[in-house]
């Protein structure tokens, strides 16, 4: 019997390119760049200040994202639903693709979940999600780009009472020349609050994408997490795009003077 699909024409698909022909070697990615939940799955049980917070989508990232793309004249590629649905930077297989409990929220709908609807979130918001980011990887390579992978995010200042008092987080997993080369150049250039692994790290399972598209190519990848009440108004995502295309910028030009770039 074939499986109900969630989306709905009318929907449109489950991600987003903006600037498909850039020119830039940077590709960006944001995973949690929408509070839009598919129509199928109404609110999952959620009220409507629980599915405006953070819990629902990364509050500024994709605004700084956007930014950061015509920026840098670089590709992006965006989620158009909630990670709610699915969080698109989990495999299918961890219990947190689909938060049953994030911080203080319990996740009614996301409760007990079946292998079935497992299966049909999977379907129609993951797999056409990374399917994207492979193929523009791939035709890049392909093609002899030299590429580096930037996914954007945002993190909340106060989680479980406990105030974070960082900027900026700049995360990796095995491979950590891009972090090593933007953390160098934060430091030359003065800019507080930026910290390794901040705030979270791979041990904490947040690298999924990473992984998924960075390691396997082997092309330098990084992962950037903005506090999100300096990016939460027009302003401070033109300050924090401004800064990360500062600190891209001149990360790409040390990995070049240093060879660290090319991908095997």
């Not at 997993?173 to 390794?196: F, H, I, Q, Y």
Request: include cysteine.
């Amino acid at each position: 019997m074939q499986r109900d699909v969630l989306l709905e024409p009318s929907e449109g698909p489950a991600f987003a390119v903006r600037r498909p022909s850039g020119t830039s070697d940077v590709v960006l990615v944001c995973e949690h760049a929408s509070k839009t939940m598919p129509v199928a799955l109404k609110t999952l049980g959620l009220d409507t200040a629980a599915l405006e917070s953070h819990i629902a989508w990364d509050i500024g990232a994709a605004r700084v994202a956007e930014r950061l793309s015509d920026q840098l004249d670089a590709t992006l590629v965006m989620q158009r639903f909630s990670r709610l649905a699915y969080d698109c930077n989990r495999p299918p297989e961890a219990p947190d693709a689909f938060p049953a409990r994030s911080e203080v929220f319990e996740v009614p709908g996301n409760r007990g979940l079946n292998a079935e609807e497992r299966a049909r979130r999977t379907e129609a918001l993951y797999i056409p999600f990374h399917a994207a980011i492979d193929q523009l990887l791939d035709a890049r390579l392909a093609a002899g780009r030299n590429l580096v992978l930037v996914t954007v995010h945002s993190f909340t200042p106060v989680y479980y009472g406990k105030p974070r008092d960082g900027h900026l987080g700049i995360l990796h997993d095995a491979d950590s020349r891009l972090a090593d080369a933007m953390l160098a150049v934060s430091a030359e250039t003065g800019l507080a609050g930026v910290s390794r692994n901040y705030p979270y790290g791979p041990e904490d399972g947040v690298t999924h994408t990473l992984i998924r598209h960075g390691l396997t190519r082997q092309i330098a990848n990084v992962m950037l997490e903005i506090r999100n009440d300096l990016i939460a108004e027009e302003a401070g995502q033109a300050l924090w795009a401004d800064r990360i295309e500062t600190l891209l910028r001149g990360a790409l030009d040390r990995l070049d003077h240093e060879g660290g770039r090319r991908h095997a």
